[in-house]
Nanobody, 118 residues
Framework: QVQLVESGGGLVQAGDSLRLSCTAS????????MGWFRQAPGKEREFVAR????????TYADSVKGRFTISRDNAKNTVYLQMNSLKPEDTAVYHC???????????WGQGTQVTVSS
């Protein structure tokens, strides 16, 4: 079994920055890509960013492009989400997810709360 544990959330003011971390552990696993998703109260879960593990190529949702940066540390099995210029609409529970083979995100973390006050 693979476990994903997120950390780094918190309460910040608009314009501040946060860095989220997600560490994968457990049995030996493949990593095609890892992603960040978020879910605000009363809303559907939405894609935020993803990174292909082998190449480091990244993709972002339009709503965060230019403000958020996803990166990875191979040695630590960790993916990061650097969030700058935070806005109140970024308030959500942020989840990381692992797609081991390219067929879909099979593993999910419990999430970390990010709250941005105006």
């Amino acid at each position: 079994q693979v476990q994903l544990v997120e950390s780094g959330g918190g309460l910040v003011q608009a314009g501040d920055s946060l860095r989220l971390s997600c560490t994968a552990s457990g049995r030996t696993f493949s990593r095609n890509k890892m992603g960040w998703f978020r879910q605000a109260p009363g809303k559907e879960r939405e894609f935020v960013a993803r990174i292909r593990w082998s190449t480091g190529s990244t993709t972002y949702a339009d709503s965060v492009k230019g403000r958020f940066t996803i990166s990875r540390d191979n040695a630590k099995n960790t993916v990061y989400l650097q969030m700058n210029s935070l806005k109140p609409e970024d308030t959500a529970v942020y989840h990381c997810a692992l797609d081991p083979t390219g067929a879909g995100y099979d593993y999910w973390g419990q999430g970390t709360q990010v709250t941005v006050s105006s």
